[in-house]
């Protein structure tokens, strides 16, 4: 079955440390999306693909990173985590059809010490 | 400017009754509306969706309503189930407009009560 797996499910680091979480699907999506959750915030959009070398800037950018080299994959980087960067990531992606229906990976809980 | 708005983050219900989740949004550009269920340490997972053309859109015990000119839509659950306790977003896209996004709420947390 097709799916969409986000490693490591658990990551602890230091302030100032780079940080890359992975994503991947299987559904030969053509989008795919980094958000965040945080309590009060809901879902919030940090970058997004809309194909292989197509990366954009969501609504909360600042101090992520992202490169589409592939279909499958949508890494996330932070050039240098701040504390303020602990929370919930989820990756999902998309076919693009009208509803835009977004699948979501399982997230990755990141701890910034 | 918050586009998607879900005014309460918490519900209380008894098991057996109906639960309604509120959504609110402001972009006239949003022709797509869904719902998100979403369970402790899981990714968010799609529920139920309505088009702007539509009103109603029912599957289940799941059933949204979508009020344009008010730009109101509402998810109501019958009968509740202990299951249904989960963090439910309400999302928007404005595909017509040539958006591949999606415009979520802050989420309702909803609470089945045996």
């Known amino acids: 079955d097709a799916e969409i797996t986000q490693s490591p499910r658990h990551k602890i680091t230091e302030t100032g440390r780079q940080v890359t979480l992975a994503c991947h699907q299987t559904?030969?999506?053509?989008?795919m999306f980094w958000y965040r959750q945080d309590l009060g915030h809901g879902l919030r959009l940090i970058h997004y693909?809309?194909?292989?070398?197509?990366?954009n800037k969501g609504e909360v950018s600042d101090g992520y990173s992202v490169s589409r080299s592939n279909t499958e994959d949508l890494p996330l980087t932070l050039e240098s985590a701040a504390s303020s960067q602990t929370s919930v990531y989820f990756c999902?992606?998309?076919?693009?059809?009208?509803?835009?229906?977004?699948?979501f990976g399982p997230g990755t809980r990141l701890t910034v010490l | 400017d918050q586009q998607v708005k879900q005014n309460s983050p918490s519900l209380s219900v008894q098991e057996g009754r109906i639960s309604i989740l509120n959504c609110d949004y402001t972009?006239?550009?949003?022709?797509?509306f869904l719902w998100y269920k979403k369970y402790p340490a899981e990714g968010p997972t799609f529920l139920i969706s309505i088009s702007s053309i539509k009103d109603k859109n029912e599957d289940g015990r799941f059933t949204v309503f979508l009020n344009k000119s008010a730009k109101h839509l509402s998810l109501h659950i019958v009968p509740s189930q202990p299951g249904d306790s989960a963090v439910y977003f309400c999302?928007?896209?404005?595909?017509?407009?040539?958006?591949?996004?999606?415009?979520f709420g802050k989420g309702t947390k909803l609470s089945v009560i045996p």
């Open positions: 693909s809309y194909g292989v070398h197509d990366t």
């Open positions: 972009n006239s550009m949003f022709d797509y």
């Open positions: 999902a992606s998309s076919r693009g059809t009208a509803y835009n229906e977004q699948f």
């Open positions: 559904w030969n999506h053509n989008n």
């Open positions: 999302a928007a896209s404005a595909h017509g407009a040539g958006s591949y996004q999606l415009t």
